[in-house]
T-cell receptor
Framework: AQTVTQSQPEMSVQEAETVTLSCTYD???????LFWYKQPPSRQMILVIR??????QNATENRFSVNFQKAAKSFSLKISDSQLGDTAMYFC??????????????FGSGTQLTVLP | DAGVTQSPTHLIKTRGQQVTLRCSPI?????VSWYQQVLGQGPQFIFQ???????GRGNFPDRFSARQFPNYSSELNVNALLLGDSALYLC????????????????FGNGTRLTVT
């Protein structure tokens, strides 16, 4: 079984500043994906960024980037130039990779990020 | 294209009752997954259906059941409701299970908020 741990229940950052959200995970799998989702008050879970475990290069999506350390089982999210619209709950998630495998996400407990004006 | 739609948005039930939640996936998506999100926690995987067959099941009691219809929409049923079933129920769709998670990410709906009194 996989576990995902987010040790920062709440964080805040000033608008335009940079913030890093932490995530660690535990698995015996070698092929998997890691994701960051955001959940604003609208409740919809929105994909922010994804990383394939077999790729050493860290994923980036505009202002969002990750620091993926496979050996340490660490997957942090960096948000640059924070915007008020980034205020949301952020979830780190794990998915086992495999043909025919259930598309099952294992989520962490979340980090509530507040961007301050 | 419309996103994943869930109905109803809110629901109040009494202990012991039964409830049915509905989900319509994005057009062209054949896989539907259900997640339970208790307040203050990350979502937990309940079921995945693909081509009307159950492809994955999380650690939930038999009171929880689901099905997928020929048009790929899905229903989640919960019998003998308990207070602990109060949660946000999220539905997610994807094109299938034989594509990589990178190329076929999960798209979530806005959820159904179930309150059991």
């Amino acid at each position: 079984a996989q576990t995902v741990t987010q040790s920062q229940p709440e964080m805040s950052v000033q608008e335009a500043e940079t913030v890093t959200l932490s995530c660690t995970y535990d698995t015996s799998e070698n092929n998997y994906y890691l994701f960051w989702y955001k959940q604003p008050p609208s409740r919809q879970m929105i994909l922010v960024i994804r990383q394939e475990a077999y790729k050493q290069q860290n994923a980036t999506e505009n202002r969002f980037s990750v620091n993926f350390q496979k050996a340490a089982k660490s997957f942090s999210l960096k948000i640059s130039d924070s915007q008020l619209g980034d205020t949301a709950m952020y979830f780190c998630a794990f998915m086992k990779r495999g043909r025919g495998s259930a598309r099952q996400l294992t989520f962490g407990s979340g980090t509530q990020l507040t961007v301050l004006p | 294209d419309a996103g994943v739609t869930q109905s109803p948005t809110h629901l109040i039930k009494t202990r012991g009752q039964q409830v049915t939640l509905r989900c319509s996936p994005i057009s062209g998506h054949k896989s539907v997954s259900w997640y339970q999100q208790v307040l203050g926690q990350g979502p937990q995987f309940i079921f995945q259906y693909y081509e009307k067959e159950e492809r994955g099941r999380g650690n939930f009691p038999d009171r929880f059941s689901a099905r997928q219809f020929p048009n790929y929409s899905s229903e989640l049923n919960v019998n003998a409701l308990l207070l602990g079933d109060s949660a946000l129920y999220l539905c997610a769709s994807s094109r299938g299970i034989d594509r990589s998670a990178v190329n076929s990410p999960l798209h979530f709906g806005n959820g159904t908020r179930l309150t059991v009194t």
